[in-house]
């Protein structure tokens, strides 16, 4: 226990016992509150102290008396401790809500200590509106470079506030290899979006929201969203990212995969674009012979067919004999277009 060590390197004893039980005290902030212990011990004297502990700071030493009857008052700050018949008093005026802590009487008596009275003190302030926050995870897979905006719903009733402060809501992260909170981001009240209850006009629900961008491994973790005020925290149920870092190797993988199936699509489409230009010069062709066949035999069927006869007559040297006709048949034709 970090109190009783911490005690006995103080005083220099050396063990400690315990007499009563630990008991619970709650008052009103602004209100006095009186503790006390019993002081005497069966022989001899011994030093009677009052000690403040707060959760996460070091123990504070607040009133300090003696087993035998004292007449002198101590006093620290608001802090006032007095002999009363066999007991200790400690008074402390005006309470705070930082005077919530665990308060300890001890005696040291000839290096020993004895633990006399455990009290907790919670010193109850003015209520805040808000009675819960909720939050919600991303529905995608998150990457390396990827962003995201995470959200906290605070749940309020303004019927009954009793605090005149309003609300802020803080973002804190805890890394998987931490066990503290790291405060990363604060909201005041008026940067969230409220929503009334159509039930309830007193109910709502404000959402706020948390924006990163360029998420990297070290941002993982879980996320939670707090909201204070009058001295009270609430926390959220917390979102938790996984971030996926894509290893070197399976990016030059990826590069080298995406280049080879842009040179297949590439030489597909050269392909594809000269099979088409092969096959569109094929038809050309076919369809230029078809028409010189149809234009041939259309020049045929229009052929129309003359015969002219010649008649020529040879006269001998030897008188006149008769001529014997020979006759000679010239073919032409002629064109209709």
């Given at each position: 226990m970090c109190v009783v060590l911490y005690i006995l390197l103080l005083l220099q004893?050396?063990?400690?016992?315990?007499?009563?039980?630990?008991?619970?005290?709650?008052?009103?902030?602004?209100?006095d509150v009186t503790l006390s212990c019993n002081r005497n011990i069966s022989r001899g004297t011994a030093t009677v102290f009052w000690i403040r502990l707060v959760t996460g700071t070091m123990p504070e030493i607040v009133g300090k008396g003696y087993s035998f009857d004292h007449d002198p008052v101590n006093m620290i700050s608001r802090f006032t401790t007095k002999h009363e018949l066999g007991r200790l008093v400690l008074h402390i005026t005006k309470t705070k809500l930082s005077d919530t802590a665990f308060y300890y009487c001890l005696k040291s008596h000839q290096q020993s200590i004895t633990f006399s009275k455990g009290i907790f003190l919670q010193i109850k302030g003015?209520?805040?509106?808000?009675?819960?926050?909720?939050?919600?995870?991303?529905?995608?897979?998150?990457?390396?470079?990827?962003?995201?905006?995470?959200?906290?719903?605070?749940?309020?009733?303004?019927?009954?506030?009793?605090?005149?402060?309003?609300?802020?809501?803080?973002?804190?992260?805890?890394?998987?290899?931490?066990?503290r909170h790291r405060l990363i981001y604060g909201q005041s009240n008026s940067d969230g979006e409220c929503v009334k209850s159509p039930d309830a006009q007193s109910l709502q629900s404000c959402a706020y929201s948390f924006f990163k961008e360029n998420l990297t491994s070290t941002d993982a973790g879980t996320y939670y969203c707090a909201v204070a005020a009058c001295g009270r925290i609430v926390f959220g149920n917390g979102t938790k990212l996984d971030i996926e870092v894509v290893s070197t190797h399976d990016a030059e993988?990826?590069?080298?995969?995406?280049?080879?199936?842009?040179?297949?699509?590439?030489v597909s489409l050269i392909v594809t674009a000269f099979l088409v230009c092969a096959v569109r010069k094929k038809s050309c062709n076919c369809c230029k012979v078809q028409a010189e066949d149809q234009n041939h035999q259309r020049n045929q069927d229009s052929l129309t067919y003359s015969t002219v006869i010649f008649t020529r007559s040879k006269a001998a040297r030897a008188g006149r004999r008769k001529a014997t006709a020979k006759k000679e048949t010239i073919y032409s034709d002629v064109r209709v277009f």
């Open positions: 004893a050396g063990w400690c016992t315990f007499d009563e039980n630990f008991v619970t005290k709650m008052v009103g902030v602004g209100e003015p209520e805040p509106d808000f009675t819960a926050a909720v939050q919600g995870s991303p529905s995608d897979a998150i990457n390396a470079g990827d962003s995201v905006t995470l959200r906290c719903s605070v749940l309020s009733d303004s019927g009954k506030k009793t605090c005149p402060e309003e609300h802020r809501v803080f973002w804190f992260r805890v890394a998987s290899d931490e066990s993988k990826t590069d080298m995969f995406l280049s080879l199936l842009c040179a297949a699509l590439a």
